[in-house]
């Protein structure tokens, strides 16, 4: 299951958080939110979901909610390209979710729209990813319960690599070398999304930096990343990367159809990629960047949340309890049979046998190596100054210290306003 749907991406969702933050003050929904009374306690329970691409998804979250016997829980699986307006849209209303699976971001926490699970986490906080904990927590709150972990890759074609007489990359420089190396009259070398945003991140931790540091001060501003950006330019310019693919990244037909030698991807897809190429695949983190680099693998994903200016609030965390806490069978059902992706919880991660060998144990390693979170604080607007960077220098050939200074005054802003 994609992080992202075929026809949206997690930049569109967080442009509509902010929003909802933006909003202020949100309608708290009516204790039946016109949905009528419910079975056994008495309860109706409405949780949103994306509509992911791979067959069985839906199918399975109704089935985990059928099961459960304390409410009636009813699923909108939501599909098209409105999931983030619809969601934002209804928290707005009294027909609201009661729970919704969604991103850590600090201005839902901020507005007061998701509620404190810290209660229901914090007995088994220790079997959770603590990299997946620290990403959704607030002012020693846990907001949030992650569900799945996504680590995202180069996947490549070994015969087109071997053939080009190409080993996989080690560095920036060499994938830009590799890209040129493989791009034929039919073949591009690299596919790296149709507006490169999937990159942009990995190249800043590629780079030895980070968007925020431990103190939430500006990490990316580094000669590393300048160097990357300039490096990002000459591989744009140089017709051997793929732009404007049919799909973007998080679809696997670009490699699979023969578009590309190597594609940035998440682990979500390998079972597609496999299923058309067989053992004739291979996988690499995003390479380093500069002497001070090292190479890095972003970490997606969904969590589920609990809508706080609900009436419903206790019946929906009890809810996402035994769901996401309590029913680890579903919990690894729902990261190894429909795409792979890793448990956060460990002890789960650590049992999911389809895990633990070939190239999804080769991910995993990965993932544990490499793996890079999302930071909480790392608002939408941040998100778009960095977009702007990579619009100004890499698509038009603008100065990276330039952009990069534009990028500082709109990112300090932005922590000014949430850290003081």
């Not at 839902?108 to 729209?113: F, K």
């Not at 034929?184 to 490169?196: M, Y």
């Not at 780079?207 to 001060?217: M, Q, W």
């Not at 930071?375 to 990579?390: P, S, Y």
Request: charged content about 20%; aromatic content about 10%.
């Amino acid at each position: 299951m994609s992080a992202q749907s075929s026809t949206w991406d997690r930049r569109s969702i967080l442009r509509a958080a902010a929003g909802l933050a933006a909003a202020g003050t949100l309608a708290a929904c009516g204790s039946n939110n016109g949905r009528g009374g419910g079975s056994g306690s008495g309860k109706r329970l409405v949780q949103y979901f994306h509509a992911y691409g791979e067959p069985g998804t839906e199918q399975a979250i109704k089935r985990y909610a059928k099961a459960y016997t304390k409410a009636d829980v009813t699923t909108q699986w939501i599909t098209g390209s409105n999931f983030e307006s619809k969601l934002f849209a209804s928290l707005l209303t009294g027909q609201a979710p009661d729970l919704f699976e969604f991103h850590p971001q600090i201005q839902l926490v901020r507005s007061g729209q998701v509620a404190d699970l810290t209660d229901i986490i914090e007995p088994v906080k220790d079997d959770f990813n603590q990299a997946d904990i620290q990403s959704h927590t607030v002012d020693g709150k846990i907001y949030g319960v992650r569900m799945i972990d996504d680590p995202q890759f180069f996947f490549y074609r070994k015969s087109l690599l071997e053939k080009a007489g190409v080993e996989p990359p080690q560095t920036l420089d060499e994938l830009i070398e590799a890209a040129a190396k493989l791009t034929t009259s039919k073949v591009k070398g690299l596919f790296l999304g149709n507006d490169l945003h999937a990159v942009i991140n990995p190249l800043i931790w590629s780079a030895g930096a980070d968007t925020l540091n431990e103190k939430n001060e500006i990490a990316y501003h580094t000669d590393g990343v300048v160097e990357g950006l300039k490096q990002m330019r000459k591989l744009f310019t140089s017709g051997h990367l793929l732009l404007d693919a049919p799909a973007d990244f998080w679809d696997p037909s670009a490699l699979n159809q023969g578009l590309c030698a190597i594609q940035f991807c998440g682990m979500w897809a390998m079972p597609q990629f496999q299923q058309t190429l067989g053992d004739d695949l291979g996988i690499m983190p995003f390479p380093k960047v500069g002497d001070a680099g090292r190479p890095s693998v972003y970490n997606g994903g969904w969590s589920m949340f609990v809508n706080a200016k609900g009436k419903n609030v206790d019946a929906a965390k009890e809810y996402v309890k035994w769901l996401w806490i309590d029913q680890k069978k579903y919990q690894e059902d729902w990261a190894t049979s429909y795409g792979f992706h890793i448990p956060p919880r460990t002890s789960i991660a650590r049992s999911a046998t389809k895990l633990k060998s070939g190239l999804p144990a080769e991910g995993v390693k990965l993932f544990n190596q490499y793996g890079h979170f999302d930071n909480i604080g790392w608002t939408q607007a941040m998100i778009t100054a960095t977009e702007d960077v990579f619009a100004d220098c890499v698509r038009k050939g603008g100065d990276p210290e330039a952009a990069l200074d534009r990028c500082d005054r709109t990112v300090d802003a932005e922590l000014k306003k949430l850290f003081g």
